[in-house]
């Protein structure tokens, strides 16, 4: 009787702050049996983007491998690239313990929660409009352009955010990452979880 | 659109902590939205004890009425007195966005299970069964065989730990309370009570 993750599901529009409340989480609980899946993807690395730690880089060929051998939960093309999650990894790291959280958009949740009825999902919106175009904008690496095109797709991003088990209202962000390990944390109580990792004491008690 | 509470259906052998957890977590969310619903019995008040605090204390033909009229949850008689949990102090609670904890064991858990499917059930349990024969003794009250009566009814009631959703290994007290406090807290980021809570800011950012 082993302890098994909990796949976490967490999407979110672009600049609702999802990346950095996952780092922040991820910080605050440093080994603590919580890691984020790497996914696999056909476009080009970015400047500063490292092989096997924000993606693995993979060619085309590869990756349609990959989707003949059923190797993934879900897969997307996004502008001629594809995007898939690999069910190896994600698998191996669960039935070690780990919580995995994985970073896809609503397309991607709804194959994995299929795959996954176990799963979590959880949804990160901002406070308003405002401060989602105000975001968007202090990245300063968009046009105007880009940031009414990443509006429009925010908007229909976040139309699905009631397909989600939790939702996290990132206007305070302490209090957002807050909420965020309260969520983990309270999931880590579920019975089965603590049977598995009291097992022994609960032998005992239980005789 | 207006948020609903949660109902807690919290057990635990006798020794294992259940009420000076509640009573700690209840000092540490003073104010927020959280209360411990107050049974009806029928059995005479013990000294300290105070009417509609501790219990509502009612006589026989009161309690018998309030089951003819399907007033209770669940009831059940114990020693020829009668405990019950009224319905009705429960539901407005819950209508008013207030958490409430049941206490109560797998038997009457059972009942409001049933009745209740939205509830959660949380049960606590002992390190081991030298700590709970320990607490029994220290709190000096109990002969030996009553002690010994006490231990074989919580192997009874321990041995339905498995049919509550969250389960709870009150070792250290501190960390016992803290991961009680995580169930609520997490469980209040539900997608359904964050959309009634935050549904104005919703409206607005989803338009």
């Known amino acids: 009787m082993s302890v098994t993750g909990t796949l976490y599901i967490v999407s979110a529009p672009s600049g609702a702050g999802k990346s950095s409340l996952i780092?922040?989480?991820l910080e605050q609980t440093q080994g603590n049996a919580l890691q984020v899946s790497v996914s696999h993807t056909t476009r080009d690395p970015r400047p500063g983007e490292v092989n096997?730690?924000?993606y693995?880089?993979?060619g085309k060929a590869e990756f349609q491998q990959m989707i003949a051998q059923d190797d993934f939960f879900e897969w997307a093309e996004v502008f001629g690239n594809f995007y898939g999650t690999s069910k190896k990894a994600i698998e191996a790291s669960l039935a070690q313990g780990i919580d995995v959280f994985l970073d896809i958009?609503?397309?991607g949740a709804r194959q994995v929660k299929q795959l996954m009825p176990a799963s979590k999902g959880?949804?990160?919106l901002p406070p308003s409009r405002e401060a989602l175009e105000q975001r968007l904008?202090?990245?300063g690496q968009d046009s105007d352009d880009v940031i009414a095109k990443r509006m429009a797709e925010a908007q229909s991003e976040m139309s699905h955010y009631n397909e989600y088990d939790f939702l996290i209202i990132n206007d305070d962000f302490e209090q957002a990452v807050a909420e965020f390990g309260a969520i983990i944390q309270g999931q880590r109580l579920n019975t089965e979880r603590q049977s598995a990792l009291h097992h022994?004491?609960?032998a005992?008690?239980?005789a």
Do not use: E, P, T
Request: aromatic content about 12%.
């Open 23 to 25: 780092k922040a989480l």
């Open 52 to 54: 096997g730690q924000h």
């Open 56 to 58: 693995h880089f993979v």
């Open 105 to 107: 958009d609503w397309q």
């Open 122 to 124: 959880i949804f990160i």
């Open 137 to 139: 904008q202090n990245r």
């Open 200 to 202: 022994v004491s609960l």
């Open 204 to 206: 005992q008690l239980l």
